[in-house]
Structure formats: structure tokens, C-alpha cells
């Protein structure tokens, strides 16, 4: 049994020229080449049969909402941001066995919330502060101990110790630092022009000014590596990539966001049960520990995490405190304005005041009518 690449145009005609038995379970996901790899020799000796098809995350929300309005040659199982199951759940089907079983952690509980067994929790992320053991903890997960930490660390060797994005989830433990969120309710006032005010300012004083947009992953990878950076604001995702992780501390970050990954089955697909056949593999303890040993993710299982290694311990004790994103269908569609706006202000191409006033407009549009 192997796990094949395709492309994502071929998954229509995934069962064309299939041998004899049953046709191969078609999965789309967003997982990395590394992950992928991984997957393959783990199914490998299991009686399943996958082509699988990778849609880049950025456009993997978009895509996926296309193939499913559609209904044509839909996959079997997606892997997905729990922030598209709001708005991808009319189209989705539950779990054949939906009694969740005993050993979920909280964390994962609450990524599938109120939709309860439509979607299997896959991995925990979300926001962490990571730094090399020899750097001490920031006194406090406060934002503002978190800059005094890194201006502390400052020296004409290192300008820029703390590593921060130009993205609005980075922004977000500013804005809820003002007593703000990422909703359009919660965007009145003036805190959200002060979070910004103070998030940009870091750029070019504590913080790099950002590279090219899409090269956001490698830079930062590089100045890690290079110890340019002392503090850095990451998630899960980028643990396994570094090298030395017995090196490597994690601290909680106030008001950081929290997510994570789901396994769902389309109403649309031609082999649902098979779908979560896969999915009930992913999700196991067997899977789960084998990611988290290798890349450092967060298990969403209890057996799992207390067999994971201590960077993956570590990075999910500072997520018990985070907190997740609103649960509405629009959550992920708010970036749309925010990002821009972000970088404007950033660039000193518009003002605080500015960036806000036409978030605020876009939000306005993007949520009238019914709630």
C-alpha cells in the first residue's frame, strides 16, 4: 500500500484504471512533503489503499469550499483549519460511531466544539513564545514582558531579538491586550487603534522589518539559526524543523490564539465510511505519537501527549492558557482586510487610525446581514 501524489486537478479521476477491490480512499489535505512521508510509512502496513492530493493552506479554505458547493468529485476525507468548520459544516457528515472516546484532551474538545463528532481533532497549534534555553523566560506571558525580555537581549550583534509577522494572527494578542478580538464587535473603541499602534512600532526596533511577503517561513527559520533572534512568536508547526530541540524552551504568550487541525468527511463523498476509516488511523495513538516524536506537534489524544517528547509537552501546557479564535463561518474571511491594513501601517503607508477605520469598514460589509 502506498500513499500517492497527486495533483489537485487529477483527483477527479482518482478511481479511473483502479485494480480490482476497493478504490482507494481519495484524501486532501494540507499536510508538509515531511508529514506526508511520514503518513506513507506508517500506512504502509495497513490494509488501506489512499491517493492523496495537497492544497497549499493559503488557498486550501477556498478550495476546498469550491470542490464541495460543487459536489463533483469530492475526496473522502480533508484535512482542515478548525476555523473552516463553521462554515463548511452544512456540507459535512458526522462519524458513524459519534461517542467521543475518553482520552481526548480538552484542547482537542474544543476545536471540534458544539459540531461534536463531524470532525475527528487531528493536531492542537496555536501560538507560543520559543527561545533558546540559554535566553531566560520573559517575566510574565505578557506582551509587555515579552518586548522588555527581547529588548533586554538587543545588542548591536542582534538589533532585532524578537520574532514577530506582519499577520493578523500574529496581531492578535495585541488586540486582546486592548480588550479587542478578532470579530467585528469587538473591533470598536480605541484599543484596536492602539494594538496596532504598538505592534507596528516594533517593526525595525525590536523586530525585523519583514521580508518579502511568502518568504515569511524561511526568514524566519534563517534567523533562528543564525541566533539573530532571541524570542520568537511561532506555533507547533515550526518545532519540527529545528534542530537541537533539548536546546529549545517554549513560554505561553497572554492572549495567544489557539487552533488546530480536523479530519471531516464530506456529505458529497462516494466512500464516507472509508473516509473515517483513514481519519480513525490518523487521529490514533499510534499516529499521534509517532508525529509529535518526530515533528514535535501536540497530540490530541491523552496516551499520546504523555508519550510525546518534552518540547511537544511543553509547547502544550503554554496553549492550555490561549484562547481560541470567535467560532463564526467569517473568522478566517477577516484576514482579508486585516493583513493589508496590517502592512500599510508597517510600511508608514497609512496611520493607525487609518488601517482601523477600514478594517472596520470591511468587517461591516463582510458580516451584514443575518447573524
Not at 494572527?169 to 487603534?193: E, H, N
Not at 511561532?234 to 497572554?254: D, F, I, N
Not at 487552533?259 to 473516509?275: D, E, I, K, N, Y
Not at 499520546?304 to 474571511?333: G, I, K, N, Q, Y
Amino acid at each position: 500500500m502506498t500513499l500517492r501524489w497527486l495533483s489537485l486537478c487529477a483527483l477527479a479521476a482518482c478511481g479511473g484504471g483502479a485494480p480490482s477491490g476497493p478504490p482507494p480512499i481519495r484524501f486532501l489535505h494540507t499536510f508538509s512533503p515531511a508529514e506526508t512521508e511520514l503518513v506513507n510509512q506508517m500506512l504502509d502496513d495497513r490494509n488501506l489503499v489512499v491517493e492523496a492530493s495537497l492544497v497549499p493552506f493559503a488557498r486550501g479554505q477556498q478550495v476546498i469550499g469550491e470542490i464541495l458547493k460543487s459536489g463533483q468529485s469530492c475526496p473522502d476525507l480533508i484535512r482542515i483549519d478548525a476555523t473552516w468548520l463553521p462554515g463548511l459544516r452544512p456540507q459535512l457528515t458526522p462519524h458513524p460511531t459519534p461517542a467521543a472516546p475518553p482520552d481526548w484532551t480538552p484542547e482537542a474538545i474544543a476545536l471540534v466544539g458544539p459540531e461534536g463528532a463531524i470532525a475527528l481533532p487531528q493536531t492542537v497549534d496555536g501560538q507560543i513564545v520559543v527561545r533558546d534555553t540559554a535566553s531566560p523566560a520573559p517575566a510574565s506571558p505578557s506582551i509587555d514582558d515579552l518586548v522588555a525580555a527581547a529588548r533586554a537581549a538587543k545588542t548591536p550583534d542582534r538589533p532585532h531579538p524578537l520574532g514577530v509577522r506582519v499577520d493578523g494572527y500574529w496581531f492578535v494578542p495585541w488586540l486582546r491586550a486592548q480588550k479587542s478580538d478578532l470579530s467585528r464587535d469587538a473591533i470598536a473603541g480605541d484599543g484596536p487603534t492602539a494594538a496596532l499602534r504598538s505592534f507596528s512600532s516594533l517593526f525595525g526596533d525590536v523586530a525585523s522589518p519583514p521580508p518579502p511577503a511568502g518568504g515569511e517561513t524561511p526568514d524566519e527559520l534563517r534567523r533562528w539559526r543564525s541566533h539573530d533572534v532571541a524570542y520568537w512568536v511561532t506555533g507547533p508547526w515550526q518545532l519540527g524543523a529545528l534542530e537541537e530541540p533539548g536546546s529549545v524552551a517554549v513560554s505561553a504568550l497572554a492572549g495567544a490564539p489557539r487552533g488546530g487541525q480536523l479530519l471531516v468527511v464530506p456529505s458529497c463523498a462516494t466512500q464516507a465510511a472509508r473516509g473515517w476509516e483513514l481519519a480513525d488511523v490518523l487521529t490514533g495513538d499510534e499516529m499521534q505519537t509517532r508525529f509529535a516524536q518526530t515533528f514535535s506537534t501536540i497530540p490530541t489524544r491523552q496516551k499520546a501527549l504523555a508519550a510525546a517528547p518534552p518540547l511537544s509537552r511543553a509547547a502544550a501546557d503554554a496553549l492550555r492558557s490561549a484562547e481560541m479564535l470567535p467560532r463564526s463561518e467569517v473568522t478566517p474571511l477577516l484576514f482579508d482586510d486585516l493583513n493589508p491594513a496590517l502592512a500599510a501601517v508597517v510600511a508608514k503607508d497609512a496611520t493607525p487610525e487609518e488601517a482601523i477605520e477600514g478594517v472596520r469598514r470591511g468587517w461591516a460589509r463582510l458580516t451584514r446581514g443575518p447573524r
